[in-house]
């Protein structure tokens, strides 16, 4: 029988060889694990404030996902949802962690949730934990994992559904909220409005799911919550800006992203009407 310690070499050995695509899927499938094992449990609830909350179940999928981060990666820093800045302060290299994306979806039973890891400025993986499907990029391409078999991802504004976040806090009011968009005409004529808000919704429109995904916010590039989303949809060759038409960043507002130009063109013309 294997020791505890011979265990942990195993896994240990088992990560030393990956890139950092393989350890954001790897270490995205390890929070996946946790979320999906626990799902339909009576979790305790822990209040961050303003009506957020966290469960055990984010907590726990963070834990291994940093197990697997500092077993692959351990000279590299790490900023969590739930444990905040961790690991090598002084490192180059940090991962944006977003154990359980969609808690409230999830604590009230429903399965429209995502498990977000990202290298900043690097690679990244999204993983779906009731659907079995990882979405991955290296920086330069992206494609999805799913019964061992890997496919490119290919966005495409054929379903003509975009996802708008509506949670608030609204930062861009009154100039503009992402709801508001739902009682443009032109929306209406053109789109179906569908409701995720989360992380999951920029993987859809990354892999042709979604036409596009619009929300309100200040600089989302570092967000551990859309780290990941954002930078699967742009190796996958969306459109991706805020809701300002300026790149991502420190400058910009919220996010637009769109499968192609055209889909991002008619968005930002009805939030700039508004």
């Not at 990244?124 to 391409?141: H, N, Q, Y």
């Not at 100039?175 to 859809?204: K, M």
């Not at 590039?221 to 809701?243: M, W």
Request: net charge negative.
């Amino acid at each position: 029988m294997l020791s505890a310690a011979d265990i942990l070499r195993d896994m240990s050995n088992s990560y030393a060889g990956l890139d950092d695509a393989g350890v954001a899927s790897a270490a995205a499938r390890a929070g996946a694990d946790v979320v999906r094992g626990m799902y339909g449990r009576r979790l305790a609830r822990i209040d961050k404030g303003a009506g957020d909350f966290a469960t055990a179940a984010d907590v726990a999928a963070e834990k291994a996902i940093l197990h697997v981060i500092r077993t692959a990666r351990p000279d590299d820093a790490v900023l969590g949802e739930e444990g905040g800045q961790q690991g090598a302060t002084k490192s180059a290299r940090q991962w944006l962690v977003d154990p359980l994306c969609g808690t409230l979806n999830y604590a009230v039973g429903t399965t429209l949730v995502a498990v977000n890891v990202a290298l900043r400025d690097g690679a990244a993986a999204v993983a779906d934990p009731f659907s079995g499907e990882i979405f991955c990029t290296d920086g330069a391409t992206a494609w999805v994992r799913h019964d061992g078999a890997d496919a490119e991802l290919a966005p495409t504004p054929a379903s003509h559904l975009v996802d708008v976040n509506l949670d608030p806090p609204f930062p861009g009011a009154p100039g503009f909220r992402a709801v508001d968009l739902l009682a443009h005409p032109g929306f209406v004529e053109r789109f179906r409005p569908r409701v995720v808000s989360s992380t999951l919704a920029l993987a859809w429109v990354a892999a042709g799911k979604r036409a596009a995904y619009v929300t309100d916010g200040g600089d989302l590039s570092g967000s551990v919550h859309f780290a990941a989303g954002i930078a699967l949809c742009r190796a996958a060759g969306c459109v991706v800006t805020g809701i300002d038409g300026a790149p991502v960043g420190q400058a910009g507002r919220g996010l637009v992203v769109a499968a192609d130009g055209e889909t991002h063109q008619l968005l930002m013309s009805m939030v700039r009407s508004r």
